[in-house]
Nanobody, 124 residues
Framework: VQLQASGGGLVQAGDSLRLSCAASGGTFSVRATGWFRQAPGKEREFVATINLSGSTIYYADSVKGRFTISKNNAKNTVYLAMNSLKPEDTAVYYC??????????????????WGQGTQVTVSS
């Protein structure tokens, strides 16, 4: 499964962005997927995850209420809508997928497939 993340950019604090993650060679309809991020000099951290059908979602406390993860299984794409962006949201954002029929997880070690990352920079 190949994942392609896109949609990053340079924005100001308070702005919004929507990231997309498209899959090829596999389908999101049988996979839990997640978004992670890595800021300069920091370890990669969990952001959000969504299950096969989109009925179960879990967020990191730092983004709860501001970010929304969603998926369109017909388009084989997962999204991360980011609102009220803060400078501390600046990071490379990665999408990831688990092996088929596994549940959601905030543990990056449980994800088998990773996209290349897309840079999000939020200026103050």
């Amino acid at each position: 499964v190949q994942l392609q993340a896109s949609g990053g950019g340079l924005v100001q604090a308070g702005d919004s962005l929507r990231l997309s993650c498209a899959a090829s060679g596999g389908t999101f309809s049988v996979r839990a997927t997640g978004w992670f991020r890595q800021a300069p000099g920091k370890e990669r951290e969990f952001v959000a995850t969504i299950n096969l059908s989109g009925s179960t979602i879990y967020y990191a406390d730092s983004v709860k209420g501001r970010f929304t993860i969603s998926k369109n299984n017909a388009k084989n794409t997962v999204y991360l809508a980011m609102n009220s962006l803060k400078p501390e949201d600046t990071a490379v954002y990665y999408c990831a997928a688990r092996r088929p029929y596994h549940s959601i997880s905030s543990n990056e070690g449980e994800y088998a497939y990773w996209g290349q990352g897309t840079q999000v920079t939020v200026s103050s």
